[in-house]
């Protein structure tokens, strides 16, 4: 064999490697994340806040079924959250190779969360496309209060916080100056949205803004990152955590997938945050 040929052949051999990869065994990978946040917005005497994040299932057999579903409900229960966010996307649409699920029985099983620890959720894009409505009743008839462009006093046992909840961005249905307005008090702050490019507009009384909707790129590559973004932030900003000016924003990769069932580089993930205080 030439060496021309054998470069050929081992080229063949590690795309095909990595499409196996990226469609049979990374999809189905869970990892859980654990961001340490403070922020001068919480106050240096409570205790620090635990927060559950769920995002993106786009839930769909065969790699998002209803029993990984009750698997991914478990593991962040066992991560022992005082509080849960689920920041949208819970139906799966224009994803090839897929069977989307009904909405209530997905709706059914995180509902655990609900019975567990306080939870609230957005809705995304994908979940407009499927019917907003439908998403919605389905999360609220299991005990998921659903914000859209409006907040939630949450008590809890160390005091109260408040969180914010815009309506999703990319069918353009938000209202950041409407959600805030219904913020209104004197507790803590948080907002929950869909898509992270509100953070752009976020005041900086928010100790945290929480956003979905970008799976983190879903497909990576290695010194280059995401492929696509689906954001208008800074490519540093539309994963993970960050910080500008003392505002903090953390976007979730998510769970599930859209387009095309693959992950590369970016496993999915649930997320346990903590936010604490400081003097600075």
């Known amino acids: 064999m030439s060496l021309l040929a054998a470069t050929l052949a081992g080229t063949l051999v590690t795309a095909g490697s990595a499409a196996l990869y990226a469609s049979a065994v990374e999809p189905s990978l869970l990892r859980l994340r654990r961001p340490q946040v403070r922020s001068r917005h919480w106050p240096v005497e409570r205790a620090p806040l635990r927060i559950g994040v769920l995002s993106d299932l786009h839930a769909a057999r065969p790699?998002?079924?209803l029993r990984r579903i009750e698997r991914i409900v478990a593991r962040l229960l066992a991560a022992r959250p005082d509080l849960v966010l689920l920041a949208g996307d819970f139906?799966?649409?224009?994803t090839r190779l897929v069977r989307p699920l009904p909405i209530e029985p997905v709706a059914a099983r995180l509902g655990r969360l609900a019975g567990a620890?306080?939870?609230?959720?957005?809705?995304?894009?994908?979940?407009?496309?499927?019917?907003g409505e439908r998403v919605a009743a389905a999360l609220a008839a299991h005990g998921i209060r659903v914000l859209r462009n409006e907040a939630a006093r949450v008590s809890l046992p160390d005091g109260a916080v408040r969180v914010a909840g815009l309506d999703d961005g990319w069918t353009g249905r938000a209202d950041l100056g409407r959600a805030l307005d219904a913020a209104a008090g004197e507790e803590p702050l948080l907002l929950l949205c869909h898509v992270p490019d509100a953070f752009a507009a976020v005041p900086s009384e928010v100790a945290l803004t929480i956003a979905g909707h970008t799976h983190g790129g879903q497909v990576c590559l290695p010194g280059f990152g995401p492929v696509r973004t689906v954001s208008a932030l800074p490519r540093h900003q539309v994963y993970g955590l960050s910080e500008v000016d003392g505002r903090h924003l953390y976007v979730s990769g998510g769970v599930g997938t859209t387009a095309l069932p693959i992950r590369f580089a970016r496993p999915p993930e649930i997320a346990l945050l903590t936010l604490g205080g400081t003097d600075a």
């Open 91 to 94: 139906a799966s649409t224009h």
């Open 117 to 131: 620890v306080p939870t609230l959720a957005v809705l995304g894009n994908h979940d407009w496309y499927y019917g």
């Open 63 to 65: 790699l998002m079924g």
